[in-house]
């Protein structure tokens, strides 16, 4: 997997102290169906559909030093655009803000916003290796989703790089020493396509004034069942 990255890293250090500019990476998916052992799910529409479409789903990062925003990369004039949008959201629902200073995380689905108090807690391991010439160390963590057919928890593994000193990730994947190149979800893979340290790109930010309780969210969902 080789990450394009516009700005040299030997200039990286330098570049932070005097920038506040921000800066945008793109993550892509890798999913391999065959490694579902439950013959069910294998065969399910959502699987299927993820599967058909992992090569042009896209996410972005827009981040400064402060703050980051992430969403399902917008993709125009491209087939089944309705059909890969639908698949990333399999991957990764709605929007994501996270304030690095305050650690406060918000989630936006649809029109509503919750406050994520149900974050991950991360566990940080010696084990290091080079994702595109960059050193990226190994942490893991456990992700708890809550739906009508009850609650699951699932292992998560992600490849952060302190020389990227950043605590944003895609999605829910943040608060670690360094920016996630990389992170294995269940059978999925979200990785670092293209990092940008000159993109400019507004931050979308999502007011934490309309936002509900994370629970408060929950007990919809599962209201609407």
Request: aromatic letters at 12%.
């Given at each position: 997997?080789?990450?394009?990255?516009?700005?040299?890293?030997?200039?990286?250090?330098?570049?932070?102290?005097?920038?506040?500019?921000?800066?945008?990476?793109?993550?892509?998916?890798?999913?391999?169906?065959?490694?579902?052992?439950?013959?069910?799910?294998?065969?399910?529409?959502?699987?299927?559909?993820?599967?058909?479409?992992k090569?042009?789903?896209?996410?972005?990062?827009?981040?400064?030093?402060?703050?980051?925003?992430?969403?399902?990369?917008?993709?125009?004039?491209?087939?089944?655009?309705?059909?890969?949008?639908?698949?990333?959201?399999?991957?990764?629902?709605?929007?994501?803000?996270?304030?690095?200073?305050?650690?406060?995380?918000?989630?936006?689905?649809?029109?509503?916003?919750?406050?994520?108090?149900?974050?991950?807690?991360?566990?940080?391991?010696?084990?290091?290796?080079m994702?595109?010439?960059?050193k990226?160390?190994?942490?893991?963590?456990?992700?708890?989703?809550?739906?009508?057919?009850?609650?699951?928890?699932?292992?998560?593994?992600?490849?952060?790089?302190?020389?990227?000193?950043?605590?944003f990730?895609?999605?829910?994947?943040?608060?670690?020493?360094?920016?996630?190149?990389?992170?294995?979800?269940?059978?999925?893979?979200?990785?670092?396509?293209?990092?940008?340290?000159?993109?400019?790109?507004?931050?979308?930010?999502?007011?934490?004034h309309?936002?509900?309780?994370?629970?408060?969210?929950?007990?919809?969902?599962?209201?609407?069942?």
């Amino acid at each position: 997997m080789k990450i394009y990255i516009s700005t040299l890293l030997i200039f990286f250090n330098f570049y932070l102290t005097v920038s506040q500019n921000t800066k945008k990476i793109e993550y892509g998916l890798l999913f391999n169906l065959e490694e579902i052992n439950d013959e069910k799910m294998k065969n399910s529409f959502l699987l299927k559909t993820i599967n058909e479409t992992k090569d042009d789903i896209k996410f972005e990062l827009i981040f400064n030093d402060t703050v980051s925003f992430f969403k399902t990369k917008e993709q125009l004039n491209i087939p089944n655009k309705s059909k890969i949008f639908l698949a990333s959201n399999m991957v990764i629902e709605g929007e994501y803000f996270f304030n690095r200073s305050s650690h406060i995380l918000l989630h936006r689905i649809s029109d509503v916003s919750y406050i994520v108090s149900n974050k991950l807690n991360w566990i940080l391991h010696n084990e290091e290796k080079m994702i595109d010439n960059i050193k990226c160390y190994k942490a893991t963590s456990e992700k708890t989703v809550i739906n009508s057919k009850g609650k699951f928890v699932f292992p998560i593994i992600a490849w952060y790089a302190p020389d990227l000193p950043y605590s944003f990730g895609p999605g829910m994947f943040v608060g670690l020493p360094g920016l996630v190149l990389e992170v294995r979800d269940r059978n999925f893979v979200i990785f670092a396509k293209n990092i940008d340290l000159k993109s400019n790109e507004k931050i979308k930010e999502i007011s934490i004034h309309k936002a509900i309780a994370e629970d408060v969210y929950l007990k919809r969902i599962l209201n609407k069942n």
